[in-house]
């Protein structure tokens, strides 16, 4: 398989449940990310794992919680969300680091996760 | 700081007619350009991409975009639009920072093909 996979495809839950999104990249790439894509609103950048550190962390709330065990998997995990935070969410991998210094790679992203928080 | 201004939010046109989609950005720092299309339920596709060298870049399914760095301008074209180019297309700049590349995306710019 190649590319980048995001499970599950959809995902409908409660405000106090507990749930995770997966995402999976095929790519080699030493960069995640976490996007969040709202109607009407730009594409929002959450978190960012480059080898595997979180590097970014744009105000998120902390009901969303990354996970980067390796440099092929990356994990958010969701607790007591808001009816607002339903959107897609998005994963992607790039080559950031290359022989030890910055590389510049497109993003390349999953097919997103559609979360519904009812 | 970077942003990116996709001014059209949809752009309705007719098969086999020719299309624009602008983009303007902003930028304190030198950036790469790239242009993402997003079809129904499915997640952001790379189109293009400038990097350096010919301010010219094509993609394989016949959309070009020109790198115009006095209007900070990245409009993306197609001289004869398909059924199929029906999408969501982002403009998006990139600059890297010591250990990520930072990207900014536009709000997007909806390609309705009527037959």
């Known amino acids: 398989e190649t590319g980048v996979t995001q499970t599950p495809r959809h995902l409908v839950m409660g405000m106090t449940n507990k749930k995770s999104l997966k995402c999976e990249q095929h790519l080699g790439h030493n960069a995640m990310y976490w996007y969040k894509q709202s109607a009407k609103k730009p594409l929002e950048l959450m978190f960012v794992?480059?080898?595997?550190?979180?590097?970014e962390n744009n105000s998120v709330p902390s009901r969303f919680s990354p996970e980067c065990p390796n440099s092929s998997h990356l994990f958010l995990h969701l607790h007591t969300l808001q009816p607002e935070d339903s959107a897609l969410y998005l994963c992607?991998?790039?080559?950031?680091?290359?022989?030890?210094?910055?590389?510049?790679?497109?993003?390349?992203f999953g097919n997103g996760t559609r979360l519904t928080v009812t | 700081a970077q942003s990116v201004t996709q001014l059209d939010s949809q752009v309705p046109v007719f098969e086999e007619a020719p299309v624009e989609l602008r983009c303007n950005y902003s930028s304190s720092v030198s950036v790469y350009l790239f242009w993402y299309v997003q079809y129904p339920n499915q997640g952001l596709q790379l189109l293009l991409k400038?990097?350096?060298?010919?301010?010219l870049v094509e993609s394989i399914n016949g959309f070009e975009a020109e790198f115009n760095k006095s209007q900070t301008s990245f409009h993306l074209r197609k001289p004869s639009v398909h059924i199929s180019d029906t999408a969501e297309y982002f403009c998006a700049v990139s600059f890297s920072l010591y250990n990520f590349n930072k990207f900014y995306f536009g709000s997007g710019t909806k390609l309705n093909v009527k037959p």
């Open positions: 794992y480059s080898l595997e550190e979180r590097v």
């Open positions: 992607a991998s790039s080559q950031d680091i290359l022989g030890g210094s910055s590389y510049n790679s497109p993003l390349h």
């Open positions: 400038y990097l350096s060298g010919s301010t």
